[in-house]
């Protein structure tokens, strides 16, 4: 367990260093609640990024599928609905719901699916 979150962390970290490469500005990383967490928000012109990261070094699409199943969706939809209402300065901004996946076999270093999904209704 301990290894995995070591790779885990150094995922996040390459991440970040992307989303920042990219011109993102982060605004937090690992932000909980007691019901989820958001590994990485970040921000760029008018749209706040929340955004899950998964380092996947031996995965496939079958294990992303997997790993950032419903449940996992609606968790994040939720952690960030309470992230907005109390940060409200972001209340202008777009809202968009990422993935970054980190050393998949087959894919970028680091590969970023803007739009992974959406809320649900």
Known sequence: MKNTKIVGNAGEDRAASFMASLGYSIVARNWR?????????????DVLVFAEVKTLPSGNMETLSHELGKRKQKRIVETAKFFLANNREYNDSKVRFDALIVDMPGFPPVYHIQDAFAEFV
Do not use: C, V
Not at 33 to 45: P, Q, V, W
């Open 33 to 45: 609640t007691r019901n989820g967490e958001i590994d990485i928000i970040a921000s760029k012109d």
